[in-house]
Each structure stands twice: as structure tokens, then as C-alpha cells.
């Protein structure tokens, strides 16, 4: 393992300064050689696999600041955030595992409070129409009565189908709903001060 340099030192705000390519690179290698082994263990646990996906994340964001134009700005950045999608999961997996789901509902419940305490956006309720395939769509209920629990599927020519969501799920689908909420009051305040303004 290499010994990674920084100037940073600690306990001290760095003064501000533009984004430097090299020392990213350093870290991005760094964080390879110190988090890629644990994610190469047989059943490697979930903070293990989010610390791996973070430095993939980390050599991609790299990628981002070159600036060679013959390179795929498109495909550096979904890989980017492919892969920091994945850490946000695998640390969802390791909440799911050491924390009560009592605890994780509470916290949810909290957050739900505080925007409506606050005035911002809360989904109630979401109906989304899924295309599976050729000719064949879905219907996709979820709704705050059970909390997200549960996700109702309708199908033409098939039973309504309720499906229970695993605690990952919940709280992946908690995480989707907030920023839903988030968009949709940022566009309502918006239209507020232009309304306020013409």
C-alpha cells in the first residue's frame, strides 16, 4: 500500500481553491488500495461493498476533470453516478441490518413532520403506469396509509397484487419520495416569486 500525501492539515479549514486533478487522482487511488480489499472478501459486508463502489465513484469523478474532449462526458458521469448510487444501497443494507426498524421508521416519520411543520412538500400518495414490454403496462400504487409498506400492482386481465417493500426498499423509496417533495416545492416557490414579481 502506498502512503497517500496531502497538504490538508487537520483540524483546519483549507482556504478555498479550485478542484486540483492530481490530488483527486492520488485520493481516488488511495481509496482504492485502502477500500477495495474489504470488498473482495467471500460475503463481504455491506459497508464494504459501499466503500468499494465509493472509490469507483471517486476514479470517475477523476474522469470528469479531464480535460481531453475526445473523452465520453455522458458515460463518465452515469458511471460516476452508477456507482454512488450503488454506495447509497449498500449503506441502506447496513442500516436495514444494525438498526431497529422501529428506529428507521420513527426517523422517517420525523422528517415527514418536519416539512409539513415547515410548509414543504409531503408525498402522500404516488400512481405511476410502469411499460414492461411490448403491449404490457403496470400500475403501481403506493400510498402513506401503511406507511409505504406495501406497493398495490394492478394489471389488466390479472388479481390486484400487494406486495411487501424490504426495509432497503423503504428506505431507498423514502429517499425518492423526499426529493420528489423537494423538486416540487423548489418549482411552486419559484413560480410564487415569479407570480410576486410580474
Same mark, same amino acid.
Not at 442500516?95 to 415547515?118: F, K, Y
Not at 404516488?126 to 409505504?148: F, K, N, S
Not at 423548489?186 to 410576486?196: I, K, N, P, V
Given at each position: 500500500?502506498? &502512503?497517500?500525501?496531502?497538504?490538508? #492539515? ?16 492520488? !485520493? ?10 474489504? $470488498? *473482495? ?5 455491506? !459497508? @464494504?461493498? @459501499?466503500? #468499494? ?8 469523478? &477523476? ?7 475526445? &473523452?465520453?462526458?455522458? @458515460?463518465?458521469?452515469? %458511471? ?11 449503506? *441502506? ?5 444494525? #438498526?431497529? $426498524? ?40 403506493? &400510498? ?18 400487494? %406486495? ?17 417533495? *423537494? ?5 411552486? *416557490? ?9
Amino acid at each position: 500500500m502506498t &502512503t497517500y500525501q496531502t497538504t490538508a #492539515v487537520p483540524g483546519q479549514l483549507q482556504p478555498a481553491a479550485p478542484l486540483d486533478p492530481a490530488a483527486l487522482r492520488a !485520493l481516488a487511488r488511495h481509496a482504492s488500495e485502502v477500500l477495495s480489499p474489504a $470488498g *473482495r472478501m467471500q460475503d463481504a459486508p455491506p !459497508l @464494504a461493498e @459501499a466503500g #468499494v463502489h465509493l472509490s469507483i465513484a471517486l476514479s470517475a469523478f &477523476t474522469a470528469l476533470l479531464a480535460p481531453n474532449p475526445d &473523452t465520453n462526458r455522458l @458515460a463518465d458521469a452515469e %458511471w460516476a453516478l452508477t456507482h454512488l448510487h450503488r454506495t447509497a444501497n449498500h449503506v *441502506r443494507e447496513h442500516l436495514v441490518a444494525s #438498526v431497529p $426498524g422501529e428506529e428507521r421508521e420513527a426517523r422517517h416519520q420525523g422528517m415527514v413532520d418536519s416539512c409539513r411543520e415547515e410548509g414543504l412538500a409531503v408525498v402522500a400518495s404516488l400512481t405511476a403506469e410502469l411499460v414492461l414490454g411490448p403491449g404490457r403496462r403496470i400500475t403501481v400504487r403506493l &400510498t402513506d396509509g401503511d406507511a409505504y409498506q406495501s406497493v398495490r400492482i394492478e394489471e389488466e386481465g390479472q388479481p390486484v397484487r400487494t %406486495w411487501r417493500l424490504s426495509g432497503r426498499d423503504r428506505l431507498e423509496l423514502h429517499h425518492g419520495m423526499h426529493e420528489i417533495g *423537494r423538486i416540487v416545492w423548489r418549482m411552486l *416557490r419559484a413560480e410564487a416569486s415569479a407570480a410576486r414579481h410580474a
